[in-house]
């Protein structure tokens, strides 16, 4: 793996046991949205995808990130990321609740996360989740050798705002390999700066996080869950891409395909 311009690009094994890794992970998301209904604590979400990493002989990517304590950040209603997962936090009808998770396999970091509905929402928690994946997406069109990396930001920005939604501005995508965190950074907004040009053979994490109001957020005393401000919701979904001649390729697809919403994006070419 070498450097370029500040990020790491993938040789061709690299990026098969990155692409490895985020298909694990996908699995593990797909298995833990199975599990998503009213009258459960969200620990039980914790402890089986603790359960799938054993089965899949892999080890939880956050689990000791940094101090965080666990393996799945599980953030409810105004959380917008690196929530607690709780045997006292019972889901409730109506809830929705962002789960971010990942894995290492064979020396690299799968990246991904998704905000599911709990039971039925309302209408503008159901178009907020609809609006957030839908800005990923808009973001990964950008993800394309010789663009500038702050175009991904700029596109979700765009679609967000146009909808009336609002982009967090304290958390930012980033590059993934052998790290969890590389550089590039990759803000869900257009920073009014240039950034680094994106190669074939960089992967990035693309992670836009939305709030129906503010997008200004606290941070909890217990230095890890961050809420929105205004106690309004947030949503959250994140994909790991790589760059590649073909176009960006989303990583975190399991073997389900992509997620519910099914939000238009051509499928990944060889």
């Known amino acids: 793996m070498k450097k370029h311009q500040g990020a790491f690009i993938k040789n061709a094994r690299e990026l098969e046991n990155l692409r490895e890794a985020n298909r694990l992970t996908a699995n593990v998301l797909d298995a833990i949205g199975d599990e998503i209904r ?3 604590p969200t620990m039980q979400l914790e402890d089986l995808a603790r359960r799938l990493c054993n089965e899949y002989k892999v080890r939880p990517a956050f689990l000791g990130y940094a101090g965080f304590p666990y393996a799945i950040c599980c953030s409810v209603n105004e959380v917008v990321v690196h929530g607690f997962p709780s045997s ?23 990246d991904s996360a998704r905000t599911f509905a709990v039971g039925q929402i309302s209408e503008v928690a159901d178009r907020l989740l609809y609006v957030t994946e839908c800005s990923l997406f808009e973001g ?6 010789g663009h500038d990396v702050h175009e991904i930001g700029a596109a979700v920005q765009r679609y967000v705002e146009a909808r009336g939604f609002g982009v ?11 790290n969890m965190h590389e550089k590039p950074e990759v803000p869900n907004f257009y920073p009014g700066t240039r950034g680094i040009i994106l190669q074939n053979g ?3 994490a693309i ?22 401000r ?22 975190s697809i399991g073997d389900r395909g992509l997620s519910r919403y099914k939000v238009q994006y051509p499928q990944n070419k060889d």
Not at 88 to 110: A, H, K, P
Not at 140 to 145: F, L, V
Not at 172 to 177: A, D, Q, R
Request: glycine letters at 12%.
């Open 38 to 40: 009213p009258g459960i």
């Open 207 to 228: 992670e836009p996080m939305v709030t129906e109001g503010s997008y200004e957020v606290d941070i909890l005393p217990d230095r890890w869950t961050a809420v929105t």
């Open 202 to 204: 960089m992967s990035i």
């Open 168 to 178: 967090v501005r304290r958390y930012v995508g980033h590059g993934v390999g052998a």
């Open 88 to 110: 006292t936090r019972i889901l409730q009808e109506g809830d929705i609740v962002s789960v971010d998770f990942g894995v290492e396999y064979n020396g690299m970091v799968g």
């Open 230 to 251: 205004d106690r309004r919701l947030a949503a959250h979904f994140e994909h790991s891409v790589a760059i590649t001649s073909h176009g960006p390729q989303i990583l």
């Open 140 to 145: 990964i069109s950008q993800a394309m050798a």
